[in-house]
Structure formats: C-alpha cells, structure tokens
C-alpha cells in the first residue's frame, strides 16, 4: 500500500473510531439541520392554523348584526358585554369591540398573548375587512355606483425563476454558507488531530521517522480530512434536504404555497457543481489548517487558531457572499478565496452561473488550494515548526 | 554501523552541538548518556535526517541520513521516549500501520506479528484499543514497532522513561537478546544504572559536548569511580573546573 494511502487509512479510522467526532460531524447535522431550519417555522405555521379555527370569545357593545355574522364566519364567538374592554382584561373574552359614533375600537392583550393575539388581531381584522367592503359596495349601489370604480386594476406577481432557482426555495440563500461552514467543521477535528495532536501525543516524531516522504504523509492527512469534510457537508446539506421533503410531504399545516416556497431541493447538475466546489474548497481549507495545526503545540492551540482563521477569512467572506445578490458580484469578485465559491454556489442555486463563473471561481480555488497544500508541506519539512513542543 | 565526526546542530544562534565523534559497531551498545537538554534526542534526530546537522561524516548503515534519511530510516529501529501511539487503533493496527511503511504485504506481516507476539507475549492484547492499555502494555508496541522490520541499527532514546519495573526489566532483557542478535544498538538515557548494566562503551554528553568516551572500566578507571554514576559526576565537575 503506498504511503499516503496507508497514513489515509490510519486518519480515517481513527476517526471513525472517535464516537463523539462521529456523532457531531455526521450524525447530528442530517438529525439537526430538519429540526433547525423548519422546526420553528412548522411548528409556528401549525400553532397558527390552529389557533385561526380556534373558537375564541369576542365580547361586543354596539356592533351590527352584519359585523357579527362575519365574526362569527370566522369561527369567533360574540358574546354582547356592557364593557368589552373590562371583560378582555379580566379575562371572560379574548377580544372586545365597541362601535361608537362611526369609530371601531379594538381591544386585544396584545403583549401579553403574544402570536395567538396575533392571529386573533388577524382575524377579527379579516371579518372588520369583509364588513366595511360590504358597507361600501351597498352605499356605492346606493349611490348608482359600480363597485368596480374601487379596483381600477388587479396586481398579480409571477416569478419568472427557472425552476432550479425556485427549487432551492427560501433557504436556498443560506446553502452556500452552509456548505462551506460544514467543510471548515468538518475537517477541523481530524486535522487538528493529526497536526497538533499528534505534536502533543508524541507520534508525529515517529510517523516522520519512517521510510516514507513527507509529502506522502501530507497527502494522506489531507485525504483523510476532506473525507470527513466532504461527509460532514454531505450530512448538513442531506438534512435540509430530507428537511424541505418532509415539508412537502407533511406540510400541511402551512398556507397555500408556503411549503413549497421553504422546502429544499438540488437538480443533479447543482448537486455536482456544488461537490465539485466543495471539494476544491475542501482542499484549500484543509491546506491552511494543517499548516496552522503544524505551526500549534497542542490540540486547544490548534482550535484556537481555526477559531482565528474563521473569524479572520470566513465570517468577512460569508458576509460578502451573502450580500452577493445585492451586489450583483463581477467576475473578479469570484477570484476572492472562500466569498468566490459562496458566490459561485449562489449562483448556481439561483441558476445564474455562467461559465466564466465556474472557470474562476473553481480555477482560482485551486490554485489557493495548491498554495495551502504547499504551505502546509513547507510547515511539516520545517524542523523548528516539527519539534515546536 | 553508526559512524560519527564532527557532528553539529545549531538552533539559530544557538549552538547545542559541538563536533561530536563517536561510532557504534554491530553487536554493541553503546549508551549516550547526558542529563535532560545535554543533546541526546537533538543526536539521535540527526542521525535520522528527523533534522539537519552538519558533520564531517554521519553515517548510519551505510548510508548518510543528510543524503538519503529514507535509507536510513529503512535500516533503523526508533524509540522515543514519550508515548507515541494512536490511542484509537488496536496493536495489530499499529503493527500493520507502521509495517506497511517498510514495504511488509500482508503475509510477511502476519508472519511477524506472529513472531512479535511470541516474543512480546501480545495474546489477546493485539486486538485492544491503545487507550485501553498501561504504560507498560503500551512501551510494548513502541518497542515491538521499532524490531517490526528487523533493522540493522537500534536508536533508543530514552525508552525506560514511562516503565514500570516489569515492563523496564523486559525491555532491558530485549535490548540484551538484540545486541546477541549482532545489532548496532543506541541507548541514549539519563539513568546510568542501566547503561551499566547494557552498555559496552558509553559515551559522557554534556551541554552538547561528548566529555568522554569508552568502556565502563575506562570511565571507571579514568575518574576513579567506583560506579559509572560517579564517574559521570566526576567528570562533569573537570569539566565545569576547566571552564572556570
């Protein structure tokens, strides 16, 4: 077995022996990202379409028998009250209305009932809205008015996204960022591990006093921490997918167009081009972190460096490539290392990218992925880097 | 089978080795002996290409690791002193690991690990995770992993220094049987009783610099000592009254 090979073999077992690296960089996204990226929303839209079937008392003084009836087909129970204001603070209703003197008045505990109060104010808004156009189209008749006169025009809106633009759906913005983080934790363990640690452990002296070039052992190391990279993305990003499935097929609890609009899917061209990006970032990724991992005396140090580099090069690019749409990115602004990828799976998932697109960003990727790579050898042939603990 | 003239190190400004001379012929052990931060891992890693080193010859079965350290490491078992192993990967892993690098396939290594674990006692211990393990249990593998590949030449730096009594008494025994076996064997250490008991010829490092080199009854002799303990003393102290 050649010896890169066998180093890659030794990385990747010992990582998969690792329960808790196993756990937190493959395991939980694909059971977490579902959970994080629609839990709220599902469980909001669902508390709401609840609550707006919920036959919740509203106490009225002055109200017509018109009003009434559309709060009442609105699943509202209307109950006549001397003071509807006094029986919403004490609690026998959960709204009040009074109609005086051509005014209508509205009494919710708005900041104390929070999104049910919400969906209340929504309803009795819905029936307030049905009423008074009603009102306004008798008095127009009565007047010998059209209606029509009101709604000179209608608006409609149609998106005109092809439909792999339309398939990344709401969260679709949030992928890129996403991909590239899941790359960055990923690979941090397994290469903190196999720098720093092994440093700390005393092994790398003995890896490095065997019959095989460095270069070799580098490249296995490498190997072994874009695999864990690559799973940990593949993990992330299948669990927004399995994500947005479940929100289409159980989905029900949201309004009409909604799950779609937030439910997740990649064509299989998005899909390669994004493994093919993420693979080149992956490697250049990996590069700066082994080298940052060499320049470390121990694990925590190794952390607290990627921790550096993240805030340092990653936060700013993300910023960037999430302001990409805004700022509608000319070629060059592919040529940044990370925000050039962003960009370019932005692009992609919006169904964009062009081929210049692709050639710089991935081109450019490659060549700091080279550089990283050889940074990173230059650090494990560097004695003083080697033997710094 | 270890030749050395003139060795070298410097870190910087810092000069932490200053021409040392001295060699280590087939089936003799001769021990580098200096206190902590005298030069004796800094000796060792040179003569494994680990770091570079100028010399007027360094030459380690034949070959000069500044030329070709791949070679040389070939031809060489290494034993550090700390606890180097994968805590993760059982001890036939390790075995396999590290045998593969010395061009093993998978029936020599099977065969050896079966002859390793007659000779180590290994037993059921071959299928255990490291991190299961005792210290002792653990120098083992070290040394196990260092006689995978029968070399020529044995580098033991510090290799008693996380032994209990028993696991230091069988390795002491396998240093023996490896000298027997007419290898070339390094035993650098700070713990002279064991140099008294291993070596043929010892070598006195100190801040760098090889203060004497020669059997245990020449040093003996040399500093009027009665063990090899006081002789390192004795010539320390004509050391540090020379340079005062």
Known sequence: MPPSLNVFWKE?????RDRRAVLNQIVLPVVLMPLFMF???YLVAKLS?????????????????????????VGLLVVEDPDPEAAVREGRADAGIVLSGGRVTVYLALAQGGMKAEVLKGRIEHALGRYKSALVEARLRE????????????????DVSPPEAREAGFFG???????LMFILTGAMPVVSDATAGEKERGTLEVLLAVPAPTGAILLGKAGAAMVAAVLSTASGVGGLMLGGWLLLTRGAAFPDGEAAALSFRLGAEALFASLVTGVLFAAFAVGVMIFLGMLAKSYREAQTYMGFLYMVLVLPAVLLGMASSFLEPGPLLYL???????MLLDAVLRAKADLLAYVLAWGSTLVYAAAALLLAALAFKREEVVFRN | MIEVRGLKKRYGRTEVLFGLDFEVRPGEVFALLGPNGAGKTTTLRSLLGLIRSEAEVLSVAGEDPRRAPLAVRRRVGYVTGGMGLYERLTWREHLVFFGRFYGLGAEALEARIAELDRDFDLGEALSRQVQAMSSGMRQKILV?????????????????????????RALLDRVEAEKRAGRAVLYSTHVLPEAEELADRVGFLYRGR???VGTLEEAKRRFGARTLEHAFIQAVREVEADAA
């Open chain 1, 39 to 41: 839990g709220p929303t």
């Open chain 1, 12 to 16: 990747l077992l010992s990582f998969f």
């Open chain 1, 336 to 342: 940044i290392p990370v925000a050039g990828p962003m």
């Open chain 1, 143 to 158: 007047a010998g008015l059209d209606p029509g006169v009101l709604e000179p025009f209608r608006v409609d809106f149609a």
């Open chain 1, 173 to 179: 913005f949030l992928v890129p960022m996403m991909l």
């Open chain 1, 49 to 73: 379409t609840q609550a707006a079937t919920e036959e919740e008392r509203v106490a009225v003084r002055g109200v017509p028998e018109g009003l009434k009836a559309e709060l009442s087909a």
């Open chain 2, 144 to 168: 196990a992993r260092a006689f995978l590949h029968r070399p020529e030449v044995l580098l033991l730096d510090e290799p008693t220094a996380a032994l209990d009594v028993f696991a230091r």
């Open chain 2, 210 to 212: 090889l203060i004497f």
